[in-house]
């Protein structure tokens, strides 16, 4: 599902106005995009939780000419599945 459709499902479900819907969308992904860059951590209980995980600096090399080089520490954000949204999964999207 492209951001476009969650939208227009959105949109559907709630009979909202469109714009108003995409400006809710767009507030959502700026707010989780924001709390991760301070370091937070967000959790959308029952979905799931939002969190930076720090990568330690790595030797790697490079693919075409076999050089070794360092691969600088970084922070990465990361999702980890809420209990619900992972039996949903499990069981196919089917209801209890």
């Given at each position: 599902?492209?951001?476009a459709?969650?939208?227009?499902?959105?949109?559907t479900?709630?009979?909202?106005p469109?714009r108003?819907?995409?400006?809710?969308?767009?507030?959502?992904?700026?707010?989780?995009?924001?709390?991760?860059a301070?370091?937070?951590?967000?959790?959308?209980?029952?979905f799931?939780?939002f969190?930076?995980?720090?990568?330690?600096?790595?030797?790697?090399r490079?693919?075409?000419?076999g050089?070794?080089?360092?691969i600088?520490?970084?922070?990465?954000?990361?999702?980890?599945?809420?209990?619900?949204?992972?039996?949903?999964?499990?069981?196919?999207?089917?209801?209890?």
């Open positions: 599902m492209t951001k459709e969650l939208i227009e499902e959105i949109t479900k709630t009979e909202l469109r108003d819907v995409t400006d809710i969308v767009d507030n959502f992904l700026e707010s989780v995009k924001s709390a991760l301070k370091g937070e951590k967000v959790q959308l209980i029952p799931g939780s969190e930076v995980r720090k990568r330690k600096a790595r030797e790697g490079n693919p075409k000419t050089e070794k080089l360092m600088a520490a970084r922070n990465v954000p990361a999702f980890h599945p809420g209990k619900d949204l992972r039996e949903s999964v499990q069981k196919g999207g089917k209801k209890k």
